[in-house]
């Protein structure tokens, strides 16, 4: 049987490069690709904790559930941005994008 901490590790270094991913990229398209890796290893955590945890309980499936349609809904939203950018102005480098500047 694989020990808790297995799973916290695996969900740590998803969440890192995730971060990594945010942090480093300038396409647009992979930051988004980053925030999903990060949500992933929360999902990952919210079911190990609820695996180990107590069994009768059923919430940290019911956060992953949230966690998954709160992704979905960015992924949507997120998307729609790009394309609505790469529309505007022919790129998605977040650099480039200044549109809130006065």
């Known amino acids: 049987m694989i020990s808790l901490s297995w799973f916290l590790i695996f969900a740590a270094a998803l969440f890192s490069l995730g971060l990594y991913g945010v942090l480093a ?19 990952i955590n919210l079911v190990a904790f609820w695996r180990y945890g107590d069994l009768a309980l059923i919430t940290g499936q019911v956060f992953a559930v949230i966690v998954f349609a709160v992704a979905a809904a960015e992924v949507a939203v997120g998307l729609a941005l ?4 790469y529309r505007r102005r022919s790129s998605v480098v977040a650099d480039e994008i200044n549109l809130m500047k006065w």
């Open 25 to 43: 990229r300038k396409n647009a398209i992979a930051i988004l690709m980053g925030i999903e890796l990060m949500l992933n290893a929360v999902n």
């Open 82 to 85: 790009v394309i609505s950018l």
